[in-house]
């Protein structure tokens, strides 16, 4: 058992590989045995995680997920523990593991209650063990209306004051999509909304599942565990993968300024066009461009000419687009671009070297179908592509409602590479980074520090200043996407987290 970490990179395997797993290893083994290694590890981890607890109550739902929890509350009966269990299964149509692991938890003589300890604190633990990768929430079905039992249980889970340990998934929790099936997502009441949240943490059985990092499951899940329960996963292909850090490129001493590349930045209308100055995401792009080691950045502003230098970052070249030679540049095309991104579009998709297309350039392409024609046609010719798209803007570019893009994160960054031919970044939490042909990555970075304005156009600074260094449009949006959250996920505490500052900072 070990706790999931940034620092590597790991396979996810989704319910129905998970389920293969499962029912090969089941074969192998004598019968209730993964349920009690599943139901020991997680004896073990409430073990290690709450060495003091003075009462464990133990949530246990009517399938195996609940079986894994009977398991568990055996063990902690047995080393001495007061355990409290509440059990929504019934020994007549319990499945068979489970139905042997409550026989074991009433040997060992636990407590039964109807429902959760009303004197719980923060110096007792809570398992939730309602329910795992069973729980059924295909959009397609219609909505199960959950048993009140359950509902009742789910709603002292969520809002316990103790810390929680969720066995596979937080319950609820889709595994594939990191949603909550219909009618059983978390709701605060406004009275615990100022709370500080209550540690939580997951441990994953068998696999780890893509749900877990994305969407609502990095927030729902906590600090993620894993124990494989001692199978491998053999000839399984992963789903997708959970990013880890960069292999470090080292600089030769010989290097020079061309060596890292060119950054050219086009973006930023004025505010003579709609009264809305947006200059300001070109600059940030470019400023990140600069900190993350492009050899050179030059910046296309959309005003008309009104800018001429940036006093803060008199390093950053200002140029008119037809100043530009486009074949030799990588791009980083839309940050603040407005409207006046339209007339410039064109020429830079059908000419550009090398291409980042951020914020108002997706948004003009969703709407021009010459220009997504022009865009899969770079993949044709070899020419590198990535799209940085937040779910709005993924769901101009797909045609769908931000809410169909949230609810499988995966298969929406998916639809973005395949149709556009490109690497997609589908940005929020959970970042999703696709790539047609390949298997799509979460990266593991960034929190909620980062949902200000003008971090994306950083992050697209970022990805040009990668791609001009030489790295393929995978690499580029893997890596840059990384170090943009783990820049957040260090921030020094106090210090007010800005895009300009992130900019700053980006190159470590
Ligand atoms: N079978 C095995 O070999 C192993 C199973 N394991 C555990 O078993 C779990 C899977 O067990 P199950 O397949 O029994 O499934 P679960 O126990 O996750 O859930 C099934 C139960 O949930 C109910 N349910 C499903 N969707 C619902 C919804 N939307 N609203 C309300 N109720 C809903 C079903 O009616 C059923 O009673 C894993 O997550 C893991 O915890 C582990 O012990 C490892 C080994
Ligand atoms: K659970």
Redesign the pocket.
């Known amino acids: 058992m070990h706790r999931i970490t940034p620092h590597q990179p790991h396979p996810l395997f989704n319910t129905a590989a998970?389920?293969r797993l499962?029912?090969a290893?089941?074969a192998a083994l004598p019968p209730h045995t993964?349920?009690q290694?599943?139901?020991l590890a997680v004896a073990q981890l409430a073990q290690a995680l709450a060495p003091h607890a003075r009462t464990v109550w133990i949530a246990c739902?009517?399938?195996?997920?609940?079986?894994?929890g009977l398991?568990a509350a055996m063990h902690l009966q047995r080393s001495g523990r007061k355990v409290i269990v509440t059990w929504?299964?019934q020994p007549d149509t319990a499945?068979a593991?489970?139905r042997a692991s409550w026989q074991r938890a009433r040997d060992a003589g636990v407590a039964w209650a109807d429902a959760a300890p009303n004197d719980l604190d923060a110096n007792d633990l809570c398992i939730d063990?309602?329910?795992?990768?069973?729980?059924?929430?295909s959009p397609h079905s219609p909505?199960?209306?959950?048993?009140a039992r359950?509902l009742t249980c789910l709603q002292a889970l969520h809002h316990s004051p103790a810390p929680v340990l969720a066995?596979?998934?937080p319950?609820?929790l889709d595994?594939d999509t990191g949603q909550f099936?219909?009618?059983?997502t978390p709701d605060t009441p406004p009275h615990l909304h100022h709370r500080a949240p209550t540690p939580r943490h997951t441990l994953s059985?068998?696999t780890l599942k893509p749900g877990l990092f994305t969407a609502t499951g990095r927030d729902a899940a906590g600090h993620v565990w894993l124990d494989d329960?001692g199978v491998e996963p053999g000839h399984e292909p992963p789903n997708a993968w959970l990013s880890g850090p960069a292999l470090p490129a080292p600089r030769a001493h010989a290097s020079h300024k061309g060596s890292y590349g060119d950054v050219a930045v086009v973006g930023g209308e004025g505010l003579a066009a709609r009264g809305m100055g947006m200059a300001g995401a070109a600059l940030l792009a470019a400023s990140a461009a600069l900190h993350s080691g492009a050899g050179r950045v030059l910046v296309t502003l959309l005003d008309d000419g009104h800018l001429q230098l940036d006093p803060q970052q008199p390093e950053l070249m200002l140029r008119r687009f037809d100043a530009l030679a486009l074949e030799q540049l990588t791009m980083v095309c839309g940050c603040g671009g407005g409207q006046a991104i339209a007339h410039v579009l064109p020429e830079v998709i059908s000419r550009a070297a090398r291409l980042v297309l951020d914020a108002d350039a997706l948004n003009t392409i969703a709407t021009q179908a010459a220009l997504h024609a022009l865009v899969v046609a770079r993949g044709q010719h070899g020419q590198p592509t990535v799209i940085t798209p937040h779910p709005l803007e993924a769901a101009r570019l797909l045609g769908l409602t931000t809410a169909e893009v949230q609810a499988d994160r995966l298969d929406a960054a998916q639809q973005l590479a395949d149709q556009f031919n490109c690497v997609a970044v589908l940005k929020g939490s959970g970042t999703v980074i696709a790539a047609p042909d390949r298997v799509p990555a979460i990266n593991p970075t960034g929190n909620a520090r980062l949902a200000t304005a003008g971090t994306g156009d950083v992050l697209a600074g970022m990805v040009g200043a990668h791609l001009a260094a030489g790295a393929s449009a995978w690499r580029a949006a893997s890596e840059a996407v990384y170090q943009h959250g783990q820049a957040a996920d260090v921030w020094p505490a106090g210090l007010a987290l800005t895009a300009s500052a992130l900019a700053r900072r980006v190159g470590g």
Do not use: W
């Open positions: 998970t389920r499962e029912k290893a089941a993964l349920m290694r599943a139901g739902g009517p399938g195996n997920n609940g079986g894994d398991e929504l299964g499945p593991d489970a063990a309602l329910l795992g990768i069973g729980v059924a929430s909505p199960r209306t959950p048993d359950l066995v596979d998934l319950s609820g595994a099936a219909a009618g059983l059985l068998l329960l």
